[in-house]
């Protein structure tokens, strides 16, 4: 009989729990649900009310994985879904919200290693309460203290405009800059403000940064990615595993840990110390949401 997890009211049968999802770390399935189990309380507040993008590996990151978008029917009916239209066709996509520690287990339980979220809640989807700089090295790479000195150029950046800049290692190979916003501005007005963003930084230092799209222009140079503020795109949610080698982890940092960090830096058992230790730093980040327009006011200001 499979065993069963009864969480916040609901049963969930668990399966496979013996399966390497990440065979060259011997981390298995189980591992990763006791991951998702323990950083729930910190993790879903910033999955509420978005909608989902999962990335899922029923036969382990070293095969073939999928994206899933569109929520299908065998969902239970107590994992909240909701029907998001098309923008430039008709119809709808279904996507899954993830409320509550229940449907953040469940979904995991379906081999879902890596959770990605829009920058707009479902309530007012079209209009993004994030907004999401990506400092992405060139595939080279570069070294990590240069990484953290463009991710602190950012951050000041930010404050400028009169944004409240937070910090994400991605677990992957760079950084976010993420602010949170009053979603008084739709996605074209926060997408451009980004762009515009990003364009100042990149004026400042051209030859190691560039906004260029064209991965064959860029160089050796980081990338400062803002397509992540379109409409339907997503970025990594907090707390959720990278389905990479090596397990790393998305972690939300304090900007006094930059210093100590690397982008991968975190797995999970550090990461259970780190929250342990220091909480959740984005848990406040709604408190501080900042009006787009008048940010853009202020680059324009700086731009002369």
Request: with cysteine; proline share 8%; net charge neutral.
């Amino acid at each position: 009989m499979a065993p069963t997890l009864r969480i916040s009211g609901h049963d969930i049968s668990l399966s496979k729990l013996d399966k390497e999802l990440f065979p060259d770390d011997h981390v298995s399935k189980d591992d990763m649900l006791v991951h998702y189990l323990t950083v729930a309380e910190a993790m879903v507040p910033h999955l509420a009310g978005r909608p989902l993008t999962l990335l899922r590996f029923p036969d382990g990151i070293g095969e073939e994985g999928f994206f899933q978008k569109d929520a299908p029917a065998y969902y239970p009916d107590w994992i909240r879904t909701v029907e998001v239209p098309h923008k430039r066709r008709e119809g709808t996509a279904r996507y899954a919200v993830c409320d509550d520690a229940a449907s953040l287990l469940y979904l995991a339980n379906l081999a879902a290693v890596e959770f990605h979220i829009w920058t707009a809640t479902a309530d007012r989807i079209d209009h993004p309460d994030r907004l999401v700089l990506d400092l992405d090295p060139p595939p080279g790479g570069v070294p990590t203290p240069t990484l953290r000195s463009v991710a602190r150029r950012a951050r000041d950046r930010f404050a400028e405009l009169g944004l409240t800049p937070y910090l994400q290692a991605t677990g992957g190979r760079g950084y976010h800059v993420v602010a949170p916003l009053d979603r008084s501005q739709d996605y074209k007005f926060v997408r451009d403000l980004a762009g515009g963003l990003a364009a100042s930084l990149a004026a400042d230092d051209p030859d190691l940064l560039t906004t260029e799209l064209r991965k064959n222009k860029r160089g050796d140079r980081i990338f400062l990615d803002v397509n992540r503020n379109g409409r339907a795109q997503t970025f990594i949610a907090p707390y959720s595993m990278r389905a990479r080698p090596g397990a790393a982890v998305a972690t939300p940092l304090e900007w006094d840990e930059l210093s100590r960090s690397k982008p991968d830096g975190y797995t999970p058992a550090s990461l259970r110390r780190r929250l342990a230790r220091r909480g959740d730093p984005w848990a406040d980040m709604d408190r501080h949401a900042a009006d787009a327009a008048e940010a853009r006011g202020r680059l324009a200001a700086l731009e002369g």
